[in-house]
C-alpha cells in the first residue's frame, strides 16, 4: 500500500511539471519565464455603461458615427422584395412604408443598438392597450414605429417570456422611463408582442447579465483604435506648423538675455526680422550672428495612420473602399471583391438580425391594409445591395434571355411560362418589365387554346359543332372524312 502511495506521489509531482510547448528560462521564451508578454493580462472594459461617453464619441468623431451608420444603412437601403398573389396589396404596403418612415425607423432603430447595445421599434397600433398582447388588427390602425434605445426603457426584471420559440428568456415588458422620450401612454409598460428588439454586438450570459441583458456596444472593442487613429490625425496636423523650422544663432545670447536693457534691444532686433521677411523676404543681423532653416519630413506618418485605418476597418467589418472611401492601392486591383464579400456579410446581418422583426412587422401592415391575416403565398426577400454596371446587365440579359429562349424553342416550356420568366429578371437586368398580366393572361389563353380538344364527359359518344358522331343508320362517323368517289359522268 505504501509503494503505491509513493508511486502516485511521484506521478503527481510528474504531472505538476509538465508543460506543453517550448520554454528557454536563459532566453525567457516560452510560459513560465520572465518577459514582457508573459504579463499580458485582459481586463474588463465597460465602455458600453458609459452612455455620455459613446455619445460625445459619436457626435465628435467622424469615424465612430461611420462605424454606427454604414451598416445600418447598408441594412434598410434597398428595402425588400414583397412577393403576394395579388399585385396591389405590394404596392399598398410600400406606399405605406414610405408615408409612415418604416424603413427611416429601422435604420434608427439599429444605428442605437449598434451604439449602445440594445434598442427596440415599438409598433404602434391605434386604439390599442399596448401593455396587452398583440390581438386582431384592425384596417388602417398601424400607424408606424417608434424607435427607444436601451436607455428610455427599463426592461421588466423578473417577468420573463415563457413560450418556447425565439423570444422565450427574454424580457416580457419593456417599460418606458418617465421623461425620457416624447411618447407617454397609459402604465409606460409595452407587451414583446408588440417590439422589434434589436441587439449590438452579442455576449455570453455572464457579460449578458452585467450588461442588464442587452448586447455591447459595437464601439467598445475598436475605442481605443478609433482614439489612436484621431490622436495621429491631431498629430499630424500639429506637425505641420513645424514643417519648416528656422534656427538664429547669436553671439553672447545668454549674457543679452540677462540685460535687461540688451534683452529689450534683441526683442526689437527680432521684430525688424519679423518685418523685412514678411515684406521683403529678407533676414538681417550681425555679421557674427547665423541663420539657417531646417526642413521636417513625414516619412512614415502615412503608413502609420493606414495600418490604424486597416484595424479600424478589420475591427468593424468594413472595407476601407467603403468607411473611408478610399481607393484601393496595387495592380489591378479595383476593391469590387471587398465590397462583394462586405455585401455578403450585410445580407447575413439582415438574415439573421432583421429578417425576424421584419416578418413580423410586415404581417402587422398586411392584416392592417387587407383586414385579414396573410397567406402562405406572402414572403418577401431582402433586395441585392450590389448594382450591376450596363456592361454586366448586358451580359447577363444575354445569357439568363437566351436560356429561356432555348427552352421556349425546345418546347420545354410555353410562351406564358416564358414571358412570366422574362418578367421576373426585370429586377435584375432591368429589362421585360414592360410585360404586364394581360399579356400573360393572353397568352395563357392562346396556350390553352393550341392543346388538342377533349372528348370525355360527351353524351352518346357526340362532339360539338358536328365534328363527329353517329349517322342515320347509327354507325359512328369518323372523326376525318373519307374523300369523296369520283364521278365518272363528271369526268
Not at 175 to 183: C, D, K, N, Q, R
Not at 304 to 326: D, E
Not at 363 to 376: A, C, I, K, L, R
Request: hydrophobic letters at 35%; charged letters at 25%.
Amino acid at each position: 500500500m505504501r509503494s503505491i502511495m509513493r508511486n502516485n506521489k511521484r506521478v503527481g509531482r510528474r504531472t505538476q511539471r509538465f508543460a506543453d510547448g517550448v520554454s528557454n528560462a536563459l532566453l525567457r521564451i516560452g510560459p513560465n519565464t520572465q518577459n514582457t508578454f508573459q504579463k499580458t493580462r485582459y481586463i474588463p472594459e465597460f465602455k458600453s455603461m458609459e452612455r455620455n461617453q459613446l455619445e460625445w464619441a459619436y457626435q465628435g468623431s467622424w469615424i465612430c458615427g461611420l462605424a454606427v451608420d454604414i451598416i445600418a444603412e447598408d441594412m434598410t437601403r434597398e428595402g425588400v422584395d414583397i412577393k403576394a398573389s395579388d399585385p396591389s396589396v405590394v404596392d399598398k404596403i410600400n406606399t405605406q412604408m414610405d408615408d409612415l418612415g418604416v424603413w427611416n425607423s429601422l435604420c434608427d432603430a439599429i444605428k442605437w443598438s449598434r451604439l449602445y447595445g440594445g434598442s427596440i421599434a415599438v409598433m404602434l397600433i391605434d386604439g390599442d392597450d399596448m401593455s396587452t398582447p398583440l390581438g386582431k388588427i384592425r384596417p388602417g390602425s398601424f400607424k408606424g414605429l417608434c424607435v427607444l434605445d436601451r436607455w428610455q426603457i427599463d426592461p421588466t426584471l423578473g417577468s420573463t417570456v415563457q413560450t418556447l420559440g425565439a423570444d422565450f428568456g427574454k424580457p416580457e415588458y419593456y417599460t418606458i422611463i418617465a421623461g425620457s422620450s416624447e411618447i407617454s401612454i397609459p402604465s409606460q409598460r409595452v407587451h414583446y408582442s408588440r417590439v422589434i428588439r434589436f441587439e449590438g454586438r452579442r455576449l455570453p450570459y455572464n457579460l449578458r447579465r452585467a450588461y442588464g441583458g442587452w448586447g455591447a456596444s459595437i464601439l467598445e472593442t475598436v475605442f481605443d483604435r478609433i482614439s489612436m487613429f484621431d490622436l495621429a490625425t491631431e498629430g499630424a496636423a500639429q506637425l505641420l506648423s513645424k514643417a519648416y523650422l528656422r534656427y538664429y544663432k547669436v553671439e553672447g545670447l545668454r549674457d543679452i538675455l540677462t540685460n535687461d536693457l540688451a534683452a529689450k534691444g534683441f526683442l526689437k532686433q527680432m521684430d525688424y526680422i519679423r518685418m523685412f521677411q514678411g515684406i521683403e523676404g529678407m533676414t538681417i543681423g550681425d555679421s557674427s550672428d547665423d541663420f539657417q532653416t531646417m526642413q521636417y519630413t513625414f516619412t512614415g506618418i502615412p503608413e502609420v495612420m493606414l495600418q490604424i485605418g486597416q484595424q479600424i476597418s478589420g475591427a468593424i467589418g468594413v472595407p476601407l473602399v467603403r468607411l473611408f472611401g478610399q481607393s484601393p492601392t496595387g495592380f489591378n486591383s479595383t476593391g469590387e471583391s471587398d465590397l462583394r464579400t462586405y455585401y455578403d456579410n450585410v445580407k447575413h446581418d439582415q438574415d439573421s438580425d432583421l429578417r425576424p422583426g421584419m416578418k413580423r412587422l410586415l404581417n402587422v401592415m398586411y392584416e392592417s391594409e387587407m383586414g385579414t391575416p396573410p397567406g402562405d403565398d406572402f414572403s418577401f426577400e431582402f433586395k441585392s445591395l450590389w448594382q450591376m454596371t450596363n456592361e454586366q446587365k448586358a451580359q447577363a440579359a444575354t445569357g439568363m434571355a437566351g436560356a429561356i429562349i432555348q427552352a421556349l424553342q425546345a418546347d420545354a416550356i410555353t410562351p406564358s411560362v416564358a414571358m412570366k420568366e422574362l418578367r421576373k429578371l426585370s429586377d435584375v437586368i432591368g429589362l421585360f418589365s414592360s410585360i404586364t398580366d394581360e399579356d400573360i393572361d393572353e397568352a395563357e389563353e392562346a396556350d390553352n387554346g393550341l392543346m388538342p380538344p377533349t372528348f370525355g364527359g360527351l353524351n352518346e359518344g357526340q362532339i360539338e359543332n358536328g365534328v363527329s358522331g353517329a349517322d342515320e343508320n347509327g354507325e359512328p362517323k369518323p372523326l376525318v372524312p373519307k374523300a369523296p368517289l369520283a364521278n365518272r359522268e363528271a369526268g
